[in-house]
């Protein structure tokens, strides 16, 4: 396997600007032409945790993380902690040579195993536990280490803004840490200037100080570390237009291209970010109001032109689902976002808006589980729960998105298929895609299609006998669906078993005909969607190792494929999309065809594996998976896949890594 | 042209119990919405569960007959989406305090314009008479085993410390001043909150009609005396006119003090109203223009040949970096 890309870290207390210099690293690299991938991991606590971010750096399309890191920037000493050790050998650590004396157990926030491992490693090697001797036993392995008295060279700059207040510099030393590794990397240093003022636009005086940071940060380099250590960091020129993307925003803009006019929530991570991101921009640019730029229009009209989402903040999730529902019934596209444990309170709502052929649409993030189990970290464990939430049977559509690319599109697609089938419709995505940043090409909005399926407004002819049947049988099970507020359209909804107005009834053959009528919805969108919305095949049909996953896996496990293709072990991957209804024709020709099938997923029983087995009798015997909180990276897809590749896996391979 | 009474019923079979409080407040439901000649295409009534979840399925408006205690929340996304419904909620004292007692409280947070109807009895009827969250302390309803081991909520005063801007309370039998309560809770600005005495035939025997009219309760010369009284025949006046902090201080407390009337001598009427508090459409419109005008659900979303309306390029562009 040989990389060919950059991996770079950075680390520190929860609260200390981890985030922000993570992310004037990776706009710098990426508006240099680089591809990127970034990846976020954090505690749930407010301040003080340990969190760290990723960021992978490549000429070529990058999906993935890896678990080795060529340059570790830290600016406190857990992070020196944590992470010296996967720094490779001939990386680099950049230290803050202050913090030499500090002992490994005095840090509070480690805990306990990752203490003693470093700990053992450390006294193995005949080291103490001080900072000085984590970066000794990393200097043994041939890392290279640049100390970098953050503070001392911060006052200089002060002296130079005419700030002396020493809070106010130490805030910087996440710049200097970002500035530092540009510098040694040498890359262009204006590219930095420029992402640090970018970063602090709307406030000029600290964006100033800051760039002026990120040059002294480079003079500080290049008088005592001329020439680095031997990797260069370049642009690389591109015509290309790119996006770099966050995982919540992308499904936040597409849910306004959509038309999602209403969208409810309760507070939860790593969901919220989405609706926050919706909040912010509640006031929509429209076509055709090209009268943006005609002067003659004053301010109110031109608001007036505009759309207008309502992001509704609610008590509990179970008035989110409600409220999502009640917006539906208006004929509002509408949406909730959550994760597991909210979506735990929602299931007794879909059942509602199953029976009463409501479209909402719900963004389900997983997240660790169960109960608040890993509350910040990964796990792709809900698709059996998304499956079978709520009781008794009504129809339903999941959707998994793999990447932000399809998260885009496919937030549109839900909606469709919610008004399409009249129906609760669940898009399963997940925390490592939630906080993933990702360059992509752009979005292609001509892409998109919005279909409205059988929604009736305005005004209706009187039907005969003055009522509106709403749930009369159809052939296709859908029936028109008269918005709230139409008229010549009254009609009751009910939880209960109802007949063709709406109202109760426990008649049995009435019982029968709206079973046959909601459930044959799933037969419809079984025939009607087409099989590229449902599934990915990737690689030769013919490959004697055949994997199948779902959701933010595909990544990594196509950047696997690339090191195993190098390596002449040839597979092909099939990824599937829409979870139900199951595309149990495609998958049972592609399965019964295949040699070795591999099941990989981010899930302690293999649910996916469960489920391909009870739709189309395959049994999967091999799988690959992973329940630390951790995303899988492409180096352990890779390891494992080899592994089974030379009949060498045990029959359930667990993955482990990640801090 | 003024709306008919008969032209708001339904063919829908009505299963409540003969002499339920239930039909003297559909019949005031009915009754104000024919007097103000409503437009039944343009009207929601939302239920919870219950024997008054039922109730949309009596009244020929679109009926949204929801889950056990979701009748709000549902009635909220209905009216957010569209601020030209006229949107009335109603359901059980369990559905409302029990069940939904979070959606009760917070809903007085948003003060939504629209009404909401409590069929307060006491008891859970339609799982033969459990205790429900209003019955007090210590009361044995028939077919409860033991008596009440729980406190009664005093809904008034909940609804005061929630922020609801209509308090009033009314009940079942006497349908006419019901009625005019209904209308003057629906044509509240902001959420308005009627709590009714409802007997329930069947299963609360304490609180009955005949309690309520007065049944054991004697003056001096040995008359009956009803046990509800209209605050307003006493010159109450529970409404906030001007809307300073003095007045509305002053309001509260005197809603505060009459919500602990109960029993021999019970209030009924406006106990507070305060239209000075801005609606969550009125807040919503202050932070988006053309909600008010054009509402989610009045919103196009997309040109005849289906691409979308709603132009991201501003969003977009944020997120471009070469």
């Not at chain 1, 920037?73 to 990386?91: I, K, M, P, W």
């Not at chain 2, 437009?39 to 239920?47: G, L, W």
């Not at chain 2, 929340?73 to 359901?91: M, S």
């Not at chain 2, 132009?311 to 562009?317: A, E, F, P, S, Y």
Request: net charge negative; with cysteine.
């Amino acid at each position: 396997m040989k990389r060919n890309d950059f991996s770079w870290m950075i680390g520190g207390a929860q609260g200390s600007g981890v985030d922000t210099s993570a992310n004037i690293f990776a706009r710098a690299a990426a508006s240099g032409g680089l591809y990127v991938f970034g990846k976020r991991e954090y505690y749930s606590n407010i301040k003080g945790e340990h969190s760290y971010f990723q960021v992978r750096l490549s000429k070529n399309v990058l999906r993935s993380h890896v678990d080795t890191v060529d340059m570790l920037a830290t600016f406190d000493d857990e992070t020196l902690a944590r992470h010296a050790l996967e720094v490779r050998e001939d990386g680099a650590i950049i230290y803050d040579p202050d913090l030499g004396h500090n002992k490994v157990e005095n840090i509070p926030t480690i805990e306990a195993p990752a203490r003693d491992f470093l700990t053992g490693e450390l006294s193995s090697n005949g080291l103490g536990t001080e900072m000085k001797d984590v970066i000794e036993l990393a200097r043994r392995r041939g890392v290279h280490i640049f100390a970098i008295p953050y503070l001392e060279i911060l006052k200089k700059v002060g002296e130079q803004f005419g700030e002396s207040s020493l809070s106010s510099l130490a805030r910087m030393v996440n710049v200097m840490a970002v500035a530092s590794s540009f510098a040694l990397l040498g890359y262009e240093e204006e590219t930095v200037k420029d992402a640090v003022r970018r970063q602090f636009k709307s406030k000029p005086k600290v964006a100033e100080m800051n760039a002026g940071a990120v040059g002294a940060a480079y003079d500080y380099v290049r008088t005592k570390y001329n020439g680095g250590f031997g990797y260069k960091l370049q642009p690389v020129k591109t015509d290309e237009k790119r996006l770099f993307v966050r995982g919540n925003s992308a499904v936040g803009i597409a849910k306004e291209l959509a038309g999602c006019r209403l969208q409810t929530y309760y507070p939860i991570t790593p969901a919220s970010d989405e609706s926050e991101f919706l909040e912010a921009r509640e006031v929509i640019d429209l076509d055709g109001s090209a009268a943006l730029e005609n002067p003659q229009v004053g301010e109110a009209q031109l608001l007036q032109n505009k759309g207008s989402i309502a992001v509704i903040q609610t008590e509990d999730e179970i008035a989110a689902i409600t409220m999502a529902i009640g917006g539906g019934l208006t004929g509002v596209r509408s949406a909730t976002s959550t994760s597991g444990p909210g979506f735990s309170l929602m299931a007794e709502g879909l059942g509602w808006a199953g029976i009463n052929e409501v479209p909402v649409v719900v963004t389900l993030y997983q997240r660790g589980g169960p109960s608040t189990g890993l509350p910040t970290r990964h796990e792709q464990g809900d698709l059996r729960f998304a499956l079978h939430a709520g009781h008794g049977e009504f129809p339903r559509l999941i959707l998994a998105s793999g990447d932000l690319e399809e998260a885009f599109y496919d937030t549109v697609r839900v909606f469709n298929y919610a008004e399409r089938y009249q129906t609760p419709v669940i898009h399963l995505i997940d925390k490592a895609l939630a906080n993933s940043d990702v360059t992509l090409p752009p979005y292609d909005v001509n892409k998109v299609k919005i279909e409205r399926g059988a929604l009736l407004k305005g005004t209706l002819q009187p039907p005969e006998g003055g009522e509106f049947h709403r749930f009369k049988p159809t052939p296709t099970g859908v029936s028109p669906r008269p918005v709230l507020g139409t008229k010549g359209g009254v009609y009751w909804n009910t939880g209960d078993e109802h007949d063709e107005l709406g109202h109760i009834t426990e008649d049995p053959t009435n019982r029968n005909a709206m079973m046959q009528k909601r459930m044959s919805k799933l037969e419809l969108a079984d025939r009607e969607i087409p099989l590229k919305e449902r599934v990915n095949f990737f690689g030769p049909n013919d490959a004697p190792i055949t994997l199948v996953s779902w959701g933010s896996t595909k990544g990594a496990i196509l950047d696997a494929m690339e090191w195993l293709k190098e390596d002449g072990i040839i597979v092909n991957f099939l990824q599937i999309r829409l979870i139900h209804p199951f595309p149990t024709e495609y998958v049972n020709q592609v399965l019964s065809k295949a040699t070795k099938i591999v099941d990989i997923e981010m899930n302690y029983s293999g649910q996916l594996g469960g489920l391909i087995r009870e739709r189309t009798c395959i049994p999967i015997e091999q799988y690959i998976v992973k329940y630390n909180g951790r995303p899988m990276s492409s180096e352990e897809v890779y390891e494992a896949v080899k592994l089974v590749s030379e009949g060498n896996a045990p029959k359930k391979v667990v993955l482990t890594r990640g801090a | 042209m003024a709306l008919k009474l008969s032209e708001l019923k339904t063919e829908a079979h009505n299963d409540w119990c003969p002499g339920c409080g239930d039909f003297g407040i559909l019949n005031a439901v009915q009754m104000a919405l024919a007097e103000m000649s409503i437009d039944p295409s343009n009207t929601v009534i939302v239920s919870g569960i219950g024997c008054s979840g039922k109730v949309p399925h009596f009244i020929k408006t679109y009926g949204v007959h929801t889950l056990h205690g979701r009748s709000l929340p549902f009635a909220t996304g209905i009216k957010l989406a569209n601020p030209k419904l006229e949107v009335i909620a109603a359901g059980g004292d369990g559905d409302g305090m029990g069940i939904g007692a979070g959606h009760f409280v917070n809903s007085g947070r948003r003060n939504v314009d629209m009404a909401y109807i409590v069929f307060d009895n006491g008891v859970y009827g339609l799982t033969k008479g459990q205790a429900s969250p209003t019955l007090k302390l210590g009361v044995k309803t028939k077919s409860l085993p033991k008596p009440n081991i729980n406190q009664g909520i005093n809904p008034i005063l909940l609804a005061l410390a929630a922020g609801y801007t209509f308090i009033a309370r009314g009940y079942a039998y006497d349908v006419r001043h019901l009625k005019d309560l209904i209308r003057r809770a629906i044509q509240h600005k902001g959420f308005a909150f009627v709590d009714v005495l409802q007997p329930c035939p069947t299963y609360n025997d304490v609180t009955t009609k005949e309690y309520w009219a007065g049944e054991g309760h004697l003056d001096i010369e040995g008359k009956v005396v009803p046990r509800t009284y209209k605050l307003e025949e006493g010159g109450y006046d529970g409404v906030v006119h001007t809307g300073s902090d003095e007045e509305v201080a002053r309001k509260i407390q005197q809603a505060v003090s009459k919500s602990f009337e109960f029993g021999d001598h019970t209030p009924l009427g406006v106990f507070y109203q305060n239209e000075h508090i801005p609606t969550f459409e009125e807040r919503l419109t202050a932070r988006m223009p053309s909600y008010g005008s054009n509402p989610p659900a009045l919103q196009e979303i997309a040109h005849e040949d289906g691409t979308p309306l709603t132009n991201v390029q501003k969003m977009l562009d944020e997120i471009r970096v070469t």
